[in-house]
């Protein structure tokens, strides 16, 4: 557990206090507004608020208390995917990430979570079985609610949760997670003489464990170690995206414990998202962390990295592009935003793709325009969400594809749900689910 609590400001005058620490790094947005061309969420509202310079005024006129509403702010605040586009294209280099995550921090620690948030974020993610044992349950009892929407996207609706779930088609559980079936993993490197802590992260864990089985009989194709502590959770960033300073805390904390256990090369992942937030906002905590996790944090951050990177620029394992074959399915590649912008891995993924004789890679068009999932935003905010998520659809569905895929399972959840609302037959893949398919099968 950590000790150093994240503030929370009882008062506005605190509120404003807390904000003004950020005051160095929201003056050194210049106003310019090119962060407009870019903003997925603007591109769909066009409103001034939704853009980070309109952000960034809110979150200065709320720390000198010209603004005092932090409910509205708060709102706004909240209709951010944290995609990072604008810090990527910002010429004045604001740290707008930085800004966005820890103004969320500072502002719902004076709101306060909602009682359901804080059930989920403290007791039910950071407990590893009891969330199993959640998702098994939801596998067994899953049948009378759902309906089979689109047998090549492999999306359902689910009618009786309309009111939790609206329109949305999403993926069924699979039952047993990944984790509750392997346990943990202590294998030693061989061949490649390097050894991996495989982070598979909730969602490729629990809603797609055949893509962290693909991860694992990729990494053990190579002849690399891997170590995978089944005690592992979600690695905090929905809790950070909701502002529960507190939830992502305890989070990281129990993944440092479990991690701290094993000795490893790189922290490997085939979730860009848990990649991205392990090496870039567990170290933006390190004044809340008791000695040892800063230590732990340390250590592991820098570690982190997606699975193709691994493969491609650690491993060097050889990816040579082939002409496919006649019958090859055509295949195209959403870049996701946090394999992308926040780890510059782009051309990896392609890599692999071009090795493959059963596809034909073809780019679509804005490859690299964020999906409008988000997380949570697509929890709070699916109108927008779909909106955004539609101009993928129409993108991904001008190259005639058999097949999309990405780097990303929340890419994946939001590129089914588009495809198949649309009534598009075209499956939904991970990368590393398609190159998996190309290599012989092993012992289990
Ligand atoms: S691009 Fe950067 S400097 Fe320009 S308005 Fe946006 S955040 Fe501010
Ligand atoms: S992170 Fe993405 S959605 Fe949020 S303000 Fe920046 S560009 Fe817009």
């Not at 006129?61 to 509403?69: I, M, P, R, S």
């Not at 740290?95 to 359901?116: N, T």
């Not at 912008?341 to 964020?370: H, T």
Request: aromatic share 8%; glycine share 6%.
């Amino acid at each position: 557990m950590t000790e150093n609590s994240p503030p929370r400001p009882a008062t506005l005058r605190e509120l404003a206090d807390l904000l003004m620490s950020l005051d160095d790094l929201l003056v050194s947005c210049m106003r310019c507004g090119l962060c407009q061309a870019v903003c997925p969420v603007y591109g769909a509202t066009f409103r001034e608020a939704d853009v980070t310079r309109g952000k960034i005024a809110l979150l200065e006129n709320l720390a000198h208390e010209v603004v005092k509403d932090p409910k509205s702010v708060n709102d706004r605040l909240n209709r951010c995917l944290l995609c990072g586009s604008c810090e990527l294209n910002c010429p004045s280099g604001v740290r707008i990430m930085e800004i966005f995550i820890k103004a969320r921090s500072f502002v719902a620690g004076y709101l306060g979570l909602s009682p359901i948030k804080r059930l989920i974020f403290r007791q039910l993610l950071t407990r590893p079985r009891l969330f199993n044992f959640a998702t098994f349950l939801a596998g067994v009892f899953q049948k009378p609610f759902i309906k089979l929407a689109n047998k090549t996207v492999g999306a359902f609706r689910v009618p009786l949760l309309k009111p939790f779930l609206g329109e949305r088609h999403v993926p069924s559980f699979p039952g047993r997670s990944f984790s509750s079936q392997r346990g943990t993993l202590d294998i030693p490197a061989s061949s490649s003489g390097l050894r991996v802590a495989l982070f598979p992260g909730c969602v490729p864990d629990k809603l797609f464990p055949s893509l962290t089985e693909a991860t694992l009989k990729i990494l053990r194709h190579f002849g690399v170690g891997v170590f995978f502590p089944a005690g592992l959770v979600c690695c905090g960033i929905p809790a950070l995206a909701s502002g529960d300073a507190k939830g992502f805390l305890k989070l990281t904390a129990h993944n440092l414990a479990e991690l701290t256990k094993g000795s490893f090369d790189y922290l490997v992942t085939p979730c860009a998202t848990c990649a991205a937030n392990v090496k870039d906002n567990w170290p933006r905590f390190m004044d809340r962390y008791l000695d040892d996790e800063k230590k732990a944090v340390a250590a592991i951050s820098p570690k982190a990295m997606d699975v193709t990177q691994f493969l491609v620029s650690v491993l060097k394992a050889e990816f040579k592009p082939v002409v496919p074959k006649p019958d090859a399915k055509r295949v195209t590649y959403h870049d996701s935003c946090h394999l992308k912008k926040s780890l510059g891995v782009a051309a990896e993924p392609r890599a692999i793709l071009k090795s493959l004789s059963g596809y034909n890679l073809v780019e679509m068009p804005e490859a690299d325009r964020c999906c409008g999932y988000g997380g949570t935003f697509n929890i709070m905010h699916y109108d927008i969400s779909r909106d955004i998520g539609q101009r993928k659809r129409d993108n991904v569905v001008s190259v005639k594809p058999d097949v999309v895929t990405t780097g990303c399972p929340a890419c994946l959840t939001q590129l089914m749900d588009l495809l198949s609302q649309n009534n598009d037959q075209i499956a939904v893949k991970h990368v590393v689910e398609l190159y998996a398919d190309s290599l012989p099968d092993q012992a289990a």
